[in-house]
């Protein structure tokens, strides 16, 4: 397929932003929420044994209650997975075949 020149990075980073926090984590990073309507899970960012990390559903960013570090989908699975950002939403958009 054709690109016109210079914007796939940040169409990479667009698509990876749309998507759906939770569902993605579940199916894709082996996290499991433990509300549906007020996701939380373990913290990536520090060593959590209880899930701190909840999910906003309507800004669809997570951010930690007892570390304080949070982001988007791409943070988080960037943070999960060791890869870079643009790593980590190129991992998003290929899993999902966007
Ligand atoms: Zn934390």
Known sequence: MAQSGGS??????????????VPYAE???GVEFTDIRAPKCLC???EDKHPSF???LRKNKGKCFSC??????IDF?????GKTP??????I??????
């Open 86 to 91: 643009l790593q980590a939403a190129t991992k």
């Open 44 to 46: 990536p960012w520090h």
């Open 54 to 56: 909840s999910v906003d």
């Open 27 to 29: 199916a894709f990073l």
């Open 8 to 21: 796939e990075r940040r169409d990479v980073f667009e698509l990876a932003r749309g998507v759906d926090f």
């Open 93 to 98: 958009v290929e899993d999902l075949g966007l």
């Open 77 to 81: 699975t960037a943070k999960l997975t």
């Open 68 to 73: 304080g570090e949070g982001g988007t989908i």
